[in-house]
C-alpha cells in the first residue's frame, strides 16, 4: 500500500518548539487569487464526494468530532477556516484535508484509536495543514499540475483497496489525501498540530501512542509502510522523534485529558461496521482484532457474537466452522430472533453433510425473515436438503 491515500498520523507533541504562524485569507487578498481558486475547486471536490455514497452517516460521530476540532481551533490564530469533519468508511488507517477545512477520517484509524487525546492529535495535524496553507505551497511548487495528476489518478487506479475512492477524488482532494507535502511541511504540521494539542489539555503521550498503533497495524497486517512513511519520515523515525521531544521539549509531561470513556460511548456502533468492512475486504485478522475490541466491553451483545462468527466461518481455517458454530448459538441465545445467525449455521451444516440440521436453520430463518433479501437462495439449499434426504 506504498501509493494508499494519505495515512494519518499522530502528531509529536511539541508546544515549545517555535512553528511558523497561520497565514490569514484577509492578509494581502491580492496575493491569494491562486488560493481562492484552489478554495473553491476544493468546494466542489467536496460536494462530489459528500454524495458519492462512501460516507460513514452518524451525526452525533460527526458533532463529537466537531466539537474537539473546535477546541482546537480556540487557540489556531486562523478563525477563518470553517473546520467541518465527516467520515468514510473505509477500514484502512487514513485521512486527508481539503485546503478549505474539510477534513474526511476514515473509520478504520477512529477504529483503532483508544481515547480523545489521540484524536486530537490526528485531528490536529489536519487542522495544520490547512491553517498553514501546505496544499497552496505545494500546488505552486508543481510546474505540470496535469500531468503530475494524471500520474497520481493512474498510480490510484490500480489499487483495489482505494479504487472507489479516487473515482470521486478530484485534483484538489487527491494533492492532499496522495500526494502529501514535502519533509519540510509535515514537520511543520507536527509541530503545529501538537502545539494546539498542548494548549486545549490533551494528554501529548497519546500522539505517541497513536503513531505505535500504526506501527502494529504495519506490522500485523504484512505491509510495506504507506505511502506518506514512504515518502517522508517514516513511522519508527517519528516514534523516536515523539520520545525525544516528550523527554526534552516537554520534560516528560504526563498531565493533560484522554476522555477514554467517553470517547469509546462515541465510537461504539462504528468498530463493528468497521469490523463489516475489514471483513468485506477480506481482512479478517483486522476484523476480528475490531470485534475483540468491541467484545472487551460489550460481551452481551448479539450483533458482535454474530460478527465474530462470520469472520470465522468466512475465513474457514481449520477448526473455525466449529468454533463459529459456538458463537453464532451464542448470537442466538441472546437474541432468539436473530435470522441471519440461524441461516449461518444452516450454511456450516449443510457443508459438513449434516443436511436435516441444516433444514431446521435454513427454515428458522425464514420463519423469522420471511421477507429476507436471499429468500430465494436460502430456499435453493433448502431444496438440496430435501432431495438428498429423499435420495
Not at 498510480?155 to 485534483?171: D, M, Y
Not at 485529558?257 to 471483513?279: C, E, M, W, Y
Not at 470465522?312 to 437474541?335: F, H, I, N
Given at each position: 500500500?506504498?501509493?494508499?491515500?494519505?495515512?494519518?498520523?499522530?502528531?509529536?507533541?511539541?508546544?515549545?518548539?517555535?512553528?511558523?504562524?497561520?497565514?490569514?485569507?484577509?492578509?494581502?487578498?491580492?496575493?491569494?487569487?491562486?488560493?481562492?481558486?484552489?478554495?473553491?475547486?476544493?468546494?466542489?471536490?467536496?460536494?462530489?464526494?459528500?454524495?458519492?455514497?462512501?460516507?460513514?452517516?452518524?451525526?452525533?460521530?460527526?458533532?463529537?468530532?466537531?466539537?474537539?476540532?473546535?477546541?482546537?481551533?480556540?487557540?489556531?490564530?486562523?478563525?477563518?477556516?470553517?473546520?467541518?469533519?465527516?467520515?468514510?468508511?473505509?477500514?484502512?488507517?487514513?485521512?486527508?484535508?481539503?485546503?478549505?477545512?474539510?477534513?474526511?477520517?476514515?473509520?478504520?484509524?477512529?477504529?483503532?484509536?483508544?481515547?480523545?487525546?489521540?484524536?486530537?492529535?490526528?485531528?490536529?495535524?489536519?487542522?495544520?495543514?490547512?491553517?498553514?496553507?501546505?496544499?497552496?505551497?505545494?500546488?505552486?511548487l508543481i510546474k505540470n499540475r496535469s500531468a503530475h495528476m494524471a500520474a497520481i489518478?493512474?498510480?490510484?487506479?490500480?489499487?483495489?483497496?482505494?479504487?472507489?475512492?479516487?473515482?470521486?477524488?478530484?485534483?484538489?482532494?487527491?494533492?492532499?489525501?496522495?500526494?502529501?507535502?514535502?519533509?519540510?511541511?509535515?514537520?511543520?504540521?507536527?509541530?503545529?498540530?501538537?502545539?494546539?494539542?498542548?494548549?486545549?489539555?490533551?494528554?501529548p503521550r497519546q500522539a505517541l501512542a497513536l503513531f505505535k498503533h500504526l506501527s502494529?497495524?504495519?506490522?500485523?497486517?504484512?505491509?510495506?509502510?504507506?505511502?506518506?512513511?514512504?515518502?517522508?519520515?517514516?513511522?519508527?523515525?517519528?516514534?523516536?522523534?515523539?520520545?525525544?521531544?516528550?523527554?526534552?521539549?516537554?520534560?516528560?509531561?504526563?498531565?493533560?485529558?484522554?476522555?477514554?470513556?467517553?470517547?469509546?460511548?462515541?465510537?461504539?456502533?462504528?468498530?463493528?461496521?468497521?469490523?463489516?468492512?475489514?471483513?468485506?475486504?477480506?481482512?479478517?485478522?483486522a476484523a476480528r482484532r475490531g470485534v475483540e475490541k468491541y467484545l472487551q466491553t460489550?460481551?452481551?451483545?448479539?450483533?458482535?457474537?454474530?460478527?465474530?462468527?462470520?469472520?470465522?466461518?468466512?475465513?474457514?481455517?481449520?477448526?473455525?466452522?466449529?468454533?463459529?458454530?459456538?458463537?453464532?448459538?451464542?448470537?442466538?441465545?441472546?437474541?432468539?430472533?436473530?435470522?441471519?445467525?440461524?441461516?449461518?449455521?444452516?450454511?456450516?451444516?449443510?457443508?459438513?453433510?449434516?443436511?436435516?440440521?441444516?433444514?431446521?436453520?435454513?427454515?428458522?430463518?425464514?420463519?423469522?425473515?420471511?421477507?429476507?433479501?436471499?429468500?430465494?437462495?436460502?430456499?435453493?439449499?433448502?431444496?438440496?436438503?430435501?432431495?438428498?434426504?429423499?435420495?
Amino acid at each position: 500500500m506504498k501509493n494508499t491515500i494519505l495515512i494519518v498520523t499522530a502528531l509529536c507533541l511539541l508546544a515549545a518548539c517555535s512553528a511558523p504562524g497561520p497565514i490569514s485569507l484577509n492578509e494581502n487578498p491580492a496575493a491569494c487569487a491562486d488560493e481562492k481558486i484552489l478554495w473553491h475547486n476544493a468546494r466542489q471536490e467536496q460536494l462530489k464526494i459528500d454524495a458519492s455514497g462512501l460516507l460513514y452517516q452518524d451525526s452525533q460521530l460527526e458533532n463529537y468530532l466537531n466539537r474537539i476540532v473546535a477546541r482546537l481551533q480556540i487557540n489556531s490564530g486562523c478563525a477563518d477556516i470553517s473546520f467541518q469533519v465527516k467520515i468514510i468508511g473505509d477500514p484502512h488507517l487514513n485521512a486527508f484535508a481539503l485546503p478549505h477545512g474539510a477534513i474526511y477520517v476514515h473509520t478504520g484509524i477512529l477504529a483503532r484509536m483508544d481515547n480523545e487525546a489521540q484524536l486530537a492529535a490526528l485531528l490536529a495535524h489536519e487542522m495544520t495543514h490547512c491553517t498553514h496553507r501546505h496544499a497552496l505551497k505545494v500546488m505552486r511548487l508543481i510546474k505540470n499540475r496535469s500531468a503530475h495528476m494524471a500520474a497520481i489518478e493512474q498510480t490510484l487506479g490500480k489499487i483495489p483497496a482505494i479504487r472507489e475512492l479516487t473515482r470521486v477524488l478530484g485534483q484538489t482532494a487527491s494533492m492532499a489525501a496522495v500526494n502529501g507535502y514535502t519533509r519540510e511541511l509535515e514537520t511543520e504540521a507536527d509541530r503545529g498540530g501538537l502545539d494546539l494539542v498542548v494548549k486545549a489539555g490533551y494528554d501529548p503521550r497519546q500522539a505517541l501512542a497513536l503513531f505505535k498503533h500504526l506501527s502494529r497495524e504495519i506490522e500485523l497486517e504484512g505491509i510495506k509502510e504507506p505511502f506518506f512513511f514512504g515518502t517522508h519520515p517514516n513511522v519508527q523515525q517519528r516514534i523516536e522523534n515523539v520520545s525525544d521531544w516528550l523527554a526534552s521539549e516537554f520534560n516528560g509531561q504526563t498531565s493533560g485529558v484522554t476522555n477514554g470513556p467517553i470517547f469509546r460511548t462515541h465510537l461504539k456502533q462504528l468498530l463493528l461496521v468497521n469490523a463489516s468492512l475489514d471483513l468485506q475486504q477480506g481482512r479478517f485478522a483486522a476484523a476480528r482484532r475490531g470485534v475483540e475490541k468491541y467484545l472487551q466491553t460489550h460481551l452481551q451483545d448479539a450483533r458482535a457474537c454474530y460478527l465474530f462468527g462470520e469472520i470465522l466461518r468466512q475465513r474457514a481455517a481449520p477448526g473455525d466452522s466449529l468454533t463459529a458454530l459456538k458463537w453464532y448459538e451464542k448470537a442466538v441465545a441472546l437474541d432468539p430472533s436473530y435470522a441471519a445467525a440461524f441461516k449461518a449455521m444452516g450454511m456450516i451444516h449443510y457443508k459438513q453433510g449434516h443436511r436435516l440440521l441444516a433444514q431446521k436453520y435454513f427454515q428458522t430463518c425464514l420463519g423469522l425473515a420471511p421477507d429476507t433479501p436471499d429468500r430465494a437462495y436460502i430456499e435453493g439449499y433448502l431444496a438440496q436438503c430435501t432431495i438428498n434426504q429423499e435420495g
